[in-house]
């Protein structure tokens, strides 16, 4: 069974410029996270989705993100424009089920960002 | 923000001695996972172990958990070099996971 696919693994970009990273969860999973990993950090949840609905974007810092997750499947995450403090690791998860305790959340390999 | 803080925030072991790392927590938990990211690679869950549980065990991993003291902690017996890698608890129900700040592990051959 293939794992959560996420591209690019790495992206450098000059400030201002917009960039947006692509995930593709493992099949059959209806729920969906982006985290945000500063360096020497732990992940930090930036939005939920089940299916396609966004249930908890509180993180989110809307000004400049913004996600979505058409038919329910790949999500897309969009930066626009970047800054110098949004150099991190994007890493997206899935897992079967929000709710509960029991379901394990499966993450991908996440994409480096660098800002110049 | 961090919910859990984990001690120490490095550690540098021979291959085949124990490692430990603690984590300490804030707020009262239902269950408190441990995760492991290895350099290129995501965040792959190790263990959970529920509130109402004091000890558990899963192949070289022995976890701990102490409510009154809001701690746990993660033993690895007989390290191997592909034990290097980060480690992270983690609390809160799955649809909103709070990680701590991780422990980075060395082991050395």
């Known amino acids: 069974e293939a794992g959560v696919v996420q591209s690019p693994r790495y992206k450098i970009i000059e400030k201002k410029q917009p960039v947006a990273f692509w995930c593709n969860p493992i099949s059959g999973h209806n729920t969906l996270y982006w985290y945000l990993q500063n360096l020497g950090q732990g992940p930090e949840l930036l939005i939920r989705y089940e299916n396609e609905e966004a249930v908890d974007d509180s993180q989110l810092p809307k000004d400049r993100f913004s996600a979505e997750r058409l038919k329910g499947v790949d999500s897309t995450l969009k930066i626009q424009p970047a800054e110098l403090g949004d150099s991190a690791v994007y890493l997206c998860?899935?897992?079967?089920?929000?709710?509960?305790?029991?379901?394990?959340?499966?993450f991908g390999p996440g994409t480096r960002l660098t800002v110049l | 923000s961090q919910q859990g803080e984990e001690d120490p925030q490095a550690l540098s072991i021979q291959e085949g001695e124990n490692a430990t790392m603690n984590c300490s927590y804030k707020?009262?938990?239902?269950?408190l996972q441990w995760y492991r990211q290895n350099s290129g690679r995501g965040l792959v869950h190790l263990i959970l172990i529920r509130s109402n549980e004091r000890e558990k065990h899963s192949g070289r991993l022995r976890v701990t958990l102490d409510t009154s003291k809001k701690s746990s902690s993660l033993l690895i017996t007989a390290s191997r070099a592909a034990d290097t890698a980060s480690y992270f608890c983690?609390?809160?129900?799955?649809?909103?996971?709070?990680f701590g700040t991780g422990t980075r592990l060395t082991i050395i051959p």
């Open positions: 983690a609390t809160g129900p799955n649809e909103k996971l709070t």
């Open positions: 998860a899935s897992s079967s089920r929000g709710t509960g305790s029991s379901n394990e959340q499966f």
């Open positions: 707020t009262s938990i239902n269950n």
